[in-house]
């Protein structure tokens, strides 16, 4: 997960719901003419109590403690051409020799055109616009938030998307092209990855100022359609998501708290004459998570938050749910400098935890308690 400032952070130069990564604290290194341009990043070191988690590219062993090293860099551009902006933004995870071994991967990149109060056009590499922008309420930890709404790890290229604010109100659109290797989470073990042949996405949401005791309530709905290609190697019919959140209070001052569900039904066939998934596997699977959260943030940059997740996958056969309990401590000693710790508490039974990870590519892959302890510089 992001630093939680960059996410609730807004810049001219990217959308709030086209990347959560997009740095706050932005170094300037240009501005002329209009034209402004900057650089952007993070270092960091977390040392993780064991590695349950491949998604995390957690990389010791089942139940060693490590110390992990990480670094991210990007690029971010701005020029003014009159009746509107055009934006450039692109970051990558550096190479590391361990997390990230000696490559540098593609993180987000995007080119895009702002309007001002008629709207903001991006396209490139990134989470969609309605994935990003429903599941920020919640996702507001390091590691452990917000991975039972289905699409927190969805960074894809292909999209285009809009969105117009108009008031209180939020209205945002999107397309995929066409895609292959498309990243997909919690389907099938083994089947993290298909190929798209295109899709869509619709979002809005609104806020109810002063609404509770002076605070802002804050709706956001999202709906998203992928269709798979029709070709003889690929076993994926069609994905439908619906998500929502629903959050109270300001996050970076005194209480808040949020709620997050999201229901996606995956639809399958069984690939060229049946070779890529066998004849007795069910052609659907059902998909519900849900994420409840509560903090608390103090003058001081003291931060405490924790909450409840579970994600529960359904099939013609099988019904099994992975549910967990995250606790998390911040001190933000600069707006740039940050510790935490952060603990997952397991409350998912043995039995049904085996049975997930055994069938489904699920997030959490072992049924034990983990913490951990970071450091982080950001840019």
Not at 53 to 65: I, K, T
Not at 222 to 235: C, I, S, V
Not at 317 to 335: F, G, M, N, Q
Not at 365 to 372: F, K, L, P, Q, S
Request: net charge negative; glycine share 8%.
């Amino acid at each position: 997960m992001e630093n939680i400032m960059k996410k609730f952070s807004t810049l001219a130069l990217a959308t709030t719901f086209a990347i959560a990564s997009t740095a706050a604290q932005a170094v300037t290194i240009y501005d002329k003419d209009g034209t402004n341009l900057g650089v952007n990043g993070r270092i960091q070191t977390v040392m993780y109590s064991c590695n349950n988690d491949p998604a995390l590219h957690q990389v010791a062993g089942d139940h060693d403690s490590s110390l992990q090293n990480s670094a991210r860099f990007g690029l971010n551009g701005l020029t003014d051409i009159g009746f509107a902006k055009v934006l450039g933004f692109a970051q990558w995870d550096m190479a590391d020799g361990s997390k990230y071994g000696d490559h540098i991967l593609s993180r987000d990149i995007f080119v895009g055109i702002d309007f001002g109060t008629y709207g903001k056009f991006i396209a490139g590499r990134y989470r969609p616009a309605v994935q990003a922008y429903v599941t920020l309420a919640t996702d507001i930890m390091e590691d452990y938030s917000a991975n039972t709404l289905s699409t927190k790890f969805e960074r894809n290229s292909g999209h285009i998307d809009y969105q117009v604010k108009l008031g209180n109100l939020d209205i945002l659109a999107g397309i995929l092209t066409a895609s292959d290797n498309y990243a997909i989470k919690h389907s099938y073990k083994g089947e993290a990855k298909y190929d798209v042949e295109g899709g869509f996405n619709l979002g809005t949401g609104y806020t109810f100022s002063n609404a509770i005791f002076d605070k802002d309530i804050v709706v956001k709905l999202g709906y998203e359609y992928l269709k798979g290609q029709n070709d003889y190697k690929n076993t994926l019919d069609d994905v439908k998501t619906v998500l929502g959140t629903v959050s109270l209070g300001n996050f970076f001052n005194g209480f808040y708290t949020a709620f997050g569900l999201n229901e996606r039904l995956f639809d399958y066939n069984n690939g060229f004459e049946r070779l890529f998934r066998k004849e007795s596997d069910p052609e659907k699977l059902k998909t519900l998570g849900f994420e409840y959260v509560v903090a608390y943030t103090t003058d001081n940059g003291i931060s405490v938050r924790t909450g409840i997740e579970q994600m529960q996958y359904k099939t013609r056969d099988i019904s099994v749910k992975v549910k967990a309990l995250p606790v998390y401590v911040e001190y933000k000693a600069a707006p740039n400098v940050q510790f935490w710790t952060e603990a997952r508490f397991d409350l998912t039974d043995t039995k049904e935890h085996k049975k997930a990870s055994d069938t489904f590519n699920t997030i959490y892959t072992a049924d034990r308690n983990c913490y951990t302890l970071g450091a982080r510089y950001t840019f």
